[in-house]
């Protein structure tokens, strides 16, 4: 009982903790106090009232653009988990194999999606399609990593238990390996959910189409009279990039407990 009571302490503790910080955010920026210390003017910083009467009036404009960029980094963020998934299971069965994967993987997402948005803007046709490769690349790094350190960083002798009872590779891989991934599985989406959000902004950045978070962030910081609703977009990408981590987080907490049973 008392475990149990020092349980939902930590979880109410774990979300009241950020609620509290954010309040706290928002009365220093209403008050104008972060304003006085950096020596912001409103323009530079708009308040977070002037943020939320630009979000309101163009609640319909930011659903739309918001859902353009969140369908390229959703699509983005599943092929590229997969491809980094499949590429440590791959690694795994044939440990050689990662030896040499591993430094081009590292080579890859060190090209920043500056660089990349264009490219892809060459290689493909479609601004859709150039934008979800952009996504893909930058998201497969982070899941193969972690995927393949949790399916090689086994319980001690549970290998050697497997052996003694003469299990075959692919036995070991589906009870053994791809069980104990499943914690790693899910850091490394909740790692490409911020990865995925950030190359599909940047990349509508230099997208050929006129729409998405990213371009309008672009365009409206740059007119005068629009600013205050570049961070209205702003906000709602962060927002969005909450959301998404959420889902995960709660996906992961019944995948974990449903694993435990």
């Not at 859709?128 to 350190?149: H, R």
């Not at 977009?233 to 049973?261: G, M, N, Q």
Request: net charge positive; hydrophobic share 55%.
């Amino acid at each position: 009982m008392k475990a149990r009571t020092q349980t939902l302490r930590w979880r109410m503790l774990s979300v009241l903790l950020p609620v509290a910080f954010l309040v706290l955010i928002i009365a220093l920026l209403q008050t104008k106090a972060i304003h006085q210390i950096f020596g912001f003017t409103t323009a530079q910083l708009p308040l977070p009232t002037q943020i939320c009467t630009q979000f309101a009036r163009n609640l319909d404009k930011i659903v739309e653009n918001g859902w353009t960029t969140v369908s390229v980094a959703l699509l983005g963020l599943i092929l590229g988990s997969f491809l980094g998934f499949l590429s440590a299971a791959i690694a795994s069965v044939k440990p050689r194999i990662f030896q040499g994967m591993l430094p081009l993987l590292v080579a890859i997402n060190s090209i920043s999606v500056v660089a990349m948005a264009p490219i892809m803007n060459r290689w493909f046709e479609s601004s859709f399609c150039a934008k979800a490769a952009v996504v893909t690349i930058a998201c497969i790094g982070a899941m193969s990593v972690n995927a393949y350190k949790g399916m090689n960083d086994l319980p001690v002798f549970s290998r050697d238990l497997m052996y003694s009872y003469a299990a075959s590779d692919s036995v070991q891989f589906f009870f053994l390996q791809l069980p104990n991934c499943l914690p790693r599985l899910f850091v490394g989406l909740r790692t490409n959910v911020v990865t995925a959000m950030i190359s599909a902004i940047i990349s509508e950045f230099f997208s050929t189409e006129s729409q998405g978070l990213g371009y309008m962030i672009k365009t409206s910081l740059k007119i005068g009279n629009q600013k205050v609703l570049g961070w209205a977009y702003i906000i709602a990408a962060a927002a969005v990039s909450i959301f998404i981590y959420f889902v995960i987080t709660l996906i992961e907490r019944r995948a974990l407990k449903e694993r435990s049973r």
